[in-house]
Antibody, heavy 121, light 106 residues
Framework: QVQLVESGGGVVQPGKSLRLSCAASGFTFSASTVHWVRQTPDKGLEWVAVMSPDGSLKYFADSVKGRFTISRDNSENTLYLQMNSLRIEDTAVYSC??????????????WGLGTLVTVSS | EIVLTQSPATLSVSPGERATLSCRASQSVSSNLAWYQQIPGQAPTLLIHDVSTRATGVPARFSGSGSGTEFTLTISSLQSEDFAVYYCQQYNSGVTFGPGTKVDLK
């Protein structure tokens, strides 16, 4: 069955960096578009970033552009989110979500449980 | 950015009753609208995409309707496992989500 498992979250000071991982299984990762979405009790769900299956296309939310990068290792079935210059407002649960199979539209048929990132001094 | 507004914020329903949830967009999203269910402590699950197409395995009691800027998710006869938070999402221009409607026990 399809599984997405995030890791790498933790407590970090403002201005520092953190790298998140999303390990995928149960589907052909190398043929799938996978996104990062974050969630907080206050701001709700916020789309963060996406990378195309071959890594050639990347898009970011304005709120993280220039600070976050996205990458993937198709041989390891893993998606990454490198978060630099972290701010307090980046505190959230970060989840990876698979774009629904067979469609170019950005809705998500499987989500991971997420990993908590806390930015605090 | 397209802003989605959901109403009501909380909907109190008895099992077996009908639940009607609304989602309004700040500008037209055409038919590019999805609905998700999230049970506390779990990941969101896709219920509906393209306004009215049920995702694989979603029971027929869930239905979606609407167009342009006004959308509705209807649960025809609420079951105990349906008490959750429901989010709408537009993918017509980027991706944004509504703030959610919590369906709880009356």
């Amino acid at each position: 069955q399809v599984q997405l498992v995030e890791s790498g979250g933790g407590v970090v000071q403002p201005g520092k960096s953190l790298r998140l991982s999303c390990a995928a299984s149960g589907f052909t990762f190398s043929a799938s578009t996978v996104h990062w979405v974050r969630q907080t009790p206050d701001k709700g769900l916020e789309w963060v970033a996406v990378m195309s299956p071959d890594g050639s296309l990347k898009y970011f939310a304005d709120s993280v552009k220039g600070r976050f990068t996205i990458s993937r290792d198709n041989s390891e079935n893993t998606l990454y989110l490198q978060m630099n210059s972290l701010r307090i407002e980046d505190t959230a649960v970060y989840s990876c979500a698979r774009q629904a199979a067979g469609t170019p539209r950005w809705y998500f048929d499987y989500w991971g449980l997420g990993t908590l990132v806390t930015v605090s001094s | 950015e397209i802003v989605l507004t959901q109403s009501p914020a909380t909907l109190s329903v008895s099992p077996g009753e009908r639940a009607t949830l609304s989602c309004r967009a700040s500008q037209s999203v055409s038919s590019n609208l999805a609905w998700y269910q999230q049970i506390p402590g779990q990941a969101p699950t896709l219920l509906i995409h393209d306004v009215s197409t049920r995702a694989t395995g979603v029971p027929a009691r869930f239905s979606g309707s609407g167009s342009g800027t006004e959308f509705t998710l209807t649960i025809s006869s609420l079951q105990s496992e349906d008490f959750a938070v429901y989010y709408c999402q537009q993918y017509n221009s980027g991706v944004t989500f509504g703030p959610g409607t919590k369906v709880d026990l009356k």
